[in-house]
């Protein structure tokens, strides 16, 4: 317990740029300036997409310098040294997915572990981040790139269609179908809780070091 109280968890996500709501919009206005867009389509769907977030807030997404969505989150562990953390990172990667070090880069001079992996989300939906783990002077800097996403459609076997996964990318969500936005932002809301969870689920490994240990 007495460990537990001197981790300070940090958990801080850093985003210097982001994916916004006027991100969306400048996207949609510069299709029109460069009549990509038909001046009444564009009145439309500024219109929709001004009634759609009257009450609600654009899931902001962070971005790196090239634009690309980008999710850091770094916590810190005071009194562990960098070959316990890695260790113990090694460990969870096993038991949570099951990982062998063939898909797998790791080196615990550079204190990096490196993997790409599918990870579940509602509705048959799944996305594939890069994942960057990074250990230094007790702390752990997690990064999420290269984000993609995929949908999943059972085969119908009544009418001989097999089993497909789809590939899509949810940016701009302001050039998709209305209909579509609905399902897009629960995604990219459930993707920043989904990583969030991720790391909380690695931090809670390292802290119960102590008591897994006792047998």
């Not at 969306?24 to 510069?30: G, V």
């Not at 799944?126 to 085969?155: A, H, K």
Request: charged letters at 25%.
């Amino acid at each position: 317990m007495r460990y537990a109280l001197l981790i300070a968890l940090l958990a801080v996500e850093i985003s210097v740029l982001a994916q916004t709501d006027s991100t969306e919009r400048a996207i949609l206005y510069n299709r029109f300036i460069n009549k990509q867009i038909e001046e009444s389509d564009y009145s439309k769907l500024y219109s929709l997409w001004n009634q759609r977030f009257k009450s609600d807030k654009y899931p902001d997404q962070p971005l790196d310098q090239n634009g690309e969505v980008h999710y850091t989150f770094i916590c810190d562990f005071k009194d562990r040294d960098c070959e316990f953390l890695f260790n113990r990172t090694m460990e969870w990667l096993s038991v949570n997915y099951g990982l062998v070090p063939a898909n797998v880069y790791s080196n615990l001079r550079d204190g990096k572990v490196i993997f790409r992996f599918n990870l579940s989300l509602p509705d048959d939906y799944t996305c594939t981040p890069t994942i960057i783990i990074s250990i230094r002077d007790g702390r752990i800097r997690y990064e999420f790139i290269g984000i993609s996403y995929q949908l999943y459609y059972p085969p119908d076997y009544s009418s001989g269609v097999p089993e497909r996964t789809v590939n899509f990318k949810p940016y701009p969500l302001i050039l998709r179908k209305p209909s579509e936005w609905n399902q897009i932002l629960m995604l990219l809301r459930e993707t920043k809780k989904l990583f969030s969870t991720e790391v909380q689920n690695l931090t809670d490994y390292i802290i119960n070091y102590d008591h897994s240990n006792k047998f």
